[in-house]
T-cell receptor, first 113, second 110 residues
Framework: QKEVEQDPGPLSVPEGAIVSLNCTYS??????FMWYRQYSRKGPELLMY????GNKEDGRFTAQVDKSSKYISLFIRDSQPSDSATYLC?????????????FGGGTRLMVKP | DTAVSQTPKYLVTQMGNDKSIKCEQN?????MYWYKQDSKKFLKIMFS???????INETVPNRFSPKSPDKAHLNLHINSLELGDSAVYFC?????????FGPGTRLTVT
């Protein structure tokens, strides 16, 4: 069993839909929870990160963390075709040497016009 | 200006060769990393490095070695390349929890 599980998709939605992307994890020591977007043949792009439990909003994106359930979500409102990409969740425990991210396998999202 | 850059973008080489991938960041970050993304798109940490400490993922073969000439650069040297080393290698840097990734180097070993 992987430390971080993510449904690979693909997830296909019509333009304007609300998208829900999720990850579960097993390591209760994780402190920071991140979401990355990766377009084909590009590097991962940091969308947002949260510390511990709670919500964080940035424009059309909302991240939620439920540490008691070991479950995190990313919601995308008013989805656009340009949101079509692979979304990766990542988690880490900060230490003096920085942090080494543990990634989920990614969910491929397709937003159709 | 590109925050994290890598060269080359593509690298095709034969088994047994030694190769290097270069990474530079202009963000002023203290910590840099190397990740490997396999054919199934799974990203896995290889190294974490700052000017004080190198942390190696225990699953990384010792044929792989990071070399840092200064705080803004972390190069990846690979000895005796094997077919299984074919992947996309990403460099990243951070000053806090969020890491910023380079565009990747697609390595193909034939």
């Amino acid at each position: 069993q992987k430390e971080v599980e993510q449904d690979p998709g693909p997830l296909s939605v019509p333009e304007g839909a609300i998208v829900s992307l999720n990850c579960t994890y097993s390591n209760s020591a994780f402190q920071y929870f991140m979401w990355y977007r990766q377009y084909s043949r590009k590097g991962p792009e940091l969308l947002m990160y949260t510390y511990s439990s709670g919500n964080k909003e940035d424009g059309r994106f909302t991240a939620q963390v439920d540490k008691s359930s070991k479950y995190i979500s990313l919601f995308i409102r008013d989805s656009q075709p340009s949101d079509s990409a692979t979304y990766l969740c990542a988690m880490t425990v900060m230490n003096n040497a920085g942090n080494m991210l543990t990634f989920g396998g990614g969910t491929r999202l397709m937003v159709k016009p | 200006d590109t925050a994290v850059s890598q060269t080359p973008k593509y690298l095709v080489t034969q088994m047994g060769n030694d190769k290097s991938i270069k990474c530079e960041q202009n963000l002023g970050h203290d910590t840099m990393y190397w990740y490997k993304q396999d054919s199934k798109k799974f990203l896995k940490i290889m190294f974490s490095y700052n000017n004080k400490e190198l942390i190696i993922n225990e699953t990384v073969p010792n044929r792989f070695s990071p070399k840092s000439p200064d705080k803004a650069h972390l190069n990846l040297h690979i000895n005796s390349l094997e077919l299984g080393d074919s992947a996309v290698y990403f460099c990243a840097s951070s000053q806090g929890p969020g890491q910023y990734f380079g565009p990747g180097t697609r390595l193909t070993v034939t």
